[in-house]
């Protein structure tokens, strides 16, 4: 079997036999990868902790027929420790995860972006940032990443240049009132500016935002997220929002 090393965020893991388990990772240079910790529910396991959902790992693996075998894991980040005793961040951090697996199809596929994504925003949301404003942001810039980019600004189906008071997920964002769909919700100005600086990294604009108005892109975020993925994360349903 080929050695690789390589650097991930452990997305979930799943028993395995009486003391094993399989490891979901989005991992920098291969993508989503799934691989097999051998022995590491034992109390006696030189893995441990390491290889728990948040972790930012370094691995060495060994690449097998079906699943890889981890051979090595040092830890660099334990995120997962940070935001256990905190219920918002680690609901978040949770959705951020389970959202890295969906839209990372395919197993063995670079997604350097959407690695880089998730990392920035676990170490920015275990920096301070209010977790809700760092969610609603990884959302969309992972959403904008797996192709699915939403327009803020500019009709989503013509192009005339905003600003524009109809939002629909399922055209891809803000729309004109000619091209504007039955069922468009309808956000104020100020929402559409938020929702801007959230897809930007924009935090100054952002917590500077009137609640009412976060409130409502949340609601927006989440709707155009459910659109896309064509059915719900089951951890959204656990954030306070």
């Not at 209010?130 to 990443?145: A, T």
Request: with cysteine; hydrophobic share 40%; net charge positive.
């Amino acid at each position: 079997m080929g050695l690789y090393r390589d650097e991930a965020i452990v997305l979930r893991t799943q028993k395995l036999g009486e003391a094993d388990r399989i490891i979901t990772l989005l991992t920098r240079g291969n993508g989503r990868v799934r691989a097999v910790a051998k022995g590491v529910r034992r109390t006696s396991s030189r893995f441990g902790s390491r290889l728990e959902p948040f972790t930012h790992v370094d691995l060495q693996l060994a690449e097998g027929r079906s699943l890889d075998v981890v051979t090595q894991a040092e830890t660099l980040t334990p995120y997962g420790a940070r935001f256990g005793s905190d219920y918002e961040r680690y609901t978040a951090g949770t959705v951020m995860l389970e959202t890295s697996e969906r839209l990372v199809v395919e197993e063995k596929q670079p997604a350097l972006q959407q690695f880089l994504l998730l990392v920035g925003a676990l170490r920015t949301m275990g920096d301070g940032r209010p977790p809700n404003q760092v969610l609603d942001s990884f959302l969309l810039r992972s959403l904008s990443v797996a192709g699915y980019a939403p327009s803020f600004d500019a009709c989503a189906r013509c192009g005339e240049p905003g600003p524009h008071r109809s939002f629909s997920p399922a055209a891809g964002g803000v729309l004109c009132g000619r091209c504007r769909l039955p069922g468009s919700a309808s956000p104020a100005q100020e929402t559409v500016a938020l929702l801007g600086a959230l897809l930007a990294g924009e935090w100054d604009v952002v917590q500077a935002g009137d609640p009412r108005y976060l409130r409502e892109a949340t609601g927006l975020v989440a709707a155009y997220l459910s659109w896309h993925l064509e059915r719900g994360l089951r951890s959204l349903a656990h954030v306070p929002r």
